[in-house]
C-alpha cells in the first residue's frame, strides 16, 4: 500500500482532474501564515459526491493521506499535507442545490464561496449570516466552525449549519441533522463534524438556515483615547442589552494600515466599527444608545451611514485589515493568531497582549470581533531573521495562556490545526483523549487530514 498505487488507481477514475503538475501542488501546498510551503503529491478535483467516495475508498485501500482543500484561506496549516497524500480540491461542487424561502434555508455543496452564496440569495430577501472577511467556502467554514463580524448577533456556523452531508475514511455517506429548526433524535453529528477540520470526514452538502435581510441598516465607526476605553465601551453595551449586528475593535496601527491602504482618514488611535439591524426606528434609537456609552468613555469622531455604498465601504475596510498590514510591512511575513475570554475579561486580555508585544519590540497589530470577547493579533516578521518568528511564537504561546487563564480559549474562530495542537490538552484535559477516542473510531488507520487536531501517531 503506497501512495503512488492510489493516486495511479485514482487517476482511472478522474482522468485529468486529477493534477501532478508543479503549479496545482505547490498552490495546495501554500498557506496564509508562517507554515512552509507543503506540497501534496496529487490533487483532486471531485464533482460528486460519488467521486467523493470514490476518492476515499481507494485512498483507504492504499493508506493513502487525504486532505480537504476549499480556497486554503486557513490560519493555523489545516490544509496543508504534512503527510503527503491527496489534496481534495472541492472548488468544482460549488453549486446551489436548493433554496427554500419559506422555510428560510438552502442547501449548498461545499466548494461554493460565501459571497457567491450572497449573490445567489441577492433576490430572495434571505441572507446567509457567518461572515468571517475572507471569501471562504462553505465546506471549509464548516470544517473550521468560522465566525467572524456577525457572529455577536446572529451566531457562528455552530448555529447556522442544520445538517450535513459527509463522506466518512470508509467510504459510507452520512447524513446528519434534518430542514427542521430542532431535534431530540440522537446524537448530535451535526455538531460533531463542526470544527472537526477534515479529521472525521468529508463534508459534501450543507444545509443552512437563512435569515431576512434587515429593513434598515446603521454602520458607524469611532476613534477611543485608549485601548481599555474602547473595550470597555463593548462590554457596557453588551451588557445593556443593544442589540448589535457587529461591533468590531481596531488598534491604532491598524488605523494607521487603513488610512494608508484604502485611502481612509481616521484617527491614529483605536476604534470601534458597530452595524445594527432592525427597523427604521429601532435602528435609530440603538444607535442613539449605542452613541451615548460611547462618548461615556471618550468616544469621538463618530461617521454614521445607512447608505449602502459607504457601509459597503467600510466592513471591506474592515476585512481587508490583514492584506492593509501587509502592505505596511513589504517584504515580510505574518503570524496571525487569535483568542477569546469571557467578555469581563476582555479588556485585560487585550491590554496585556498589547503591552506584551509592544516589549517584544516587534510589529503586531490587534484587532477583531470584540462583541463575543475573540481579538485577533497579526504579528509580522523578517523572513531573514528567524529569531523574529521564535519571538512571535512566544508572544502567541503567552496569548494562549492568557486566554486559558482567564478563562477562555486558545482559538475562537481560526482553529486547532497545527498551529494551536500544543495547547489542546491544557484546554481540554482528558476530553481532548476523548477526541482522540472517536477520531480512532471514525478513522482508524488516520487517513483523514492527520497531524491536525488529535495526535494518534
Not at 498505487?5 to 503538475?21: F, H, M, P, W
Not at 463534524?193 to 465607526?221: C, D
Not at 481587508?320 to 477569546?340: F, L, V
Not at 475573540?374 to 528567524?386: E, K, Q, Y
Request: proline fraction near 4%; charged fraction near 20%; glycine fraction near 10%.
Amino acid at each position: 500500500m503506497t501512495i503512488d498505487a492510489a493516486i495511479a488507481e485514482l487517476s482511472t477514475v478522474l482522468g485529468d482532474r486529477l493534477s501532478r503538475s508543479k503549479s496545482d501542488l505547490d498552490l495546495h501546498g501554500q498557506n496564509e501564515s508562517y507554515f512552509d510551503t507543503t506540497p501534496p503529491d496529487a490533487v483532486a478535483y471531485p464533482t460528486s459526491t460519488e467521486e467523493v467516495q470514490e476518492i476515499v475508498k481507494i485512498c483507504a485501500r492504499h493508506g493513502c493521506p487525504i486532505v480537504p482543500w476549499g480556497v486554503g484561506t486557513s490560519l493555523e496549516g489545516h490544509a496543508l499535507a504534512i503527510r503527503g497524500g491527496v489534496s481534495v480540491d472541492f472548488s468544482r461542487m460549488n453549486r446551489v442545490l436548493s433554496i427554500n424561502a419559506e422555510d428560510m434555508d438552502c442547501v449548498v455543496q461545499p466548494g461554493i464561496t460565501r459571497r457567491a452564496l450572497a449573490e445567489e440569495l441577492r433576490a430572495t430577501g434571505l441572507f446567509f449570516s457567518v461572515d468571517p472577511g475572507a471569501d471562504a467556502t462553505l465546506g471549509g467554514m464548516a470544517a473550521t466552525r468560522a465566525s467572524g463580524t456577525t457572529a455577536v448577533r446572529y451566531g457562528t456556523m455552530r448555529d447556522n449549519v442544520l445538517g450535513l452531508e459527509v463522506v466518512l475514511a470508509d467510504g459510507r455517506v452520512i447524513r446528519t441533522g434534518t430542514r427542521a429548526r430542532k431535534s431530540s433524535a440522537g446524537y448530535d453529528l451535526t455538531a460533531l463534524f463542526l470544527g472537526s477540520e477534515g479529521t472525521l470526514g468529508l463534508i459534501t452538502e450543507l444545509t443552512l438556515k437563512l435569515h431576512g435581510q434587515p429593513e434598515a441598516i446603521s454602520s458607524a465607526v469611532c476613534a477611543f483615547p485608549d485601548i481599555h476605553a474602547a473595550v470597555s465601551a463593548v462590554i457596557a453595551t453588551i451588557q445593556m442589552g443593544i442589540p448589535m449586528a457587529r461591533i468590531e475593535f481596531v488598534d491604532a496601527a491598524t488605523a494607521q494600515a487603513f488610512n494608508a491602504y484604502a485611502g481612509s482618514s481616521l484617527p491614529e488611535m483605536p476604534h470601534l466599527m458597530i452595524e445594527f439591524h432592525g427597523s427604521d426606528t429601532s435602528v435609530a434609537e440603538d444607535a442613539t444608545r449605542f452613541g451615548e456609552v460611547a462618548e461615556e468613555f471618550g468616544a469621538e469622531g463618530f461617521q454614521w451611514s445607512t447608505k449602502t455604498e459607504e457601509r459597503n465601504k467600510l466592513w471591506r475596510m474592515r476585512h481587508d485589515a490583514y492584506y492593509a498590514i501587509m502592505a505596511s510591512q513589504p517584504g515580510k511575513r505574518a503570524m496571525a493568531t487569535d483568542i477569546c475570554v469571557p467578555i469581563s475579561r476582555l479588556a485585560d486580555a487585550v491590554v496585556e497582549t498589547q503591552e506584551d508585544i509592544a516589549q517584544s519590540g516587534l510589529y503586531g497589530p490587534l484587532l477583531g470581533h470584540v462583541g463575543d470577547g475573540n481579538f485577533h493579533a497579526t504579528i509580522v516578521t523578517d523572513p531573514t531573521r528567524p529569531e523574529e518568528l521564535k519571538t512571535a511564537k512566544a508572544l502567541a504561546r503567552r496569548m494562549n495562556e492568557r486566554a486559558l487563564r482567564m478563562g477562555g480559549t486558545v482559538t475562537g474562530e481560526h482553529g486547532v490545526g497545527m498551529g494551536k495542537i500544543d495547547y489542546m490538552s491544557e484546554e481540554h484535559g482528558e476530553a481532548w483523549s476523548v477526541m482522540g477516542d472517536l477520531k480512532r473510531t471514525l478513522d482508524p488507520a488516520n487517513i483523514l487530514n492527520p497531524g491536525k487536531v488529535v495526535r494518534l501517531n
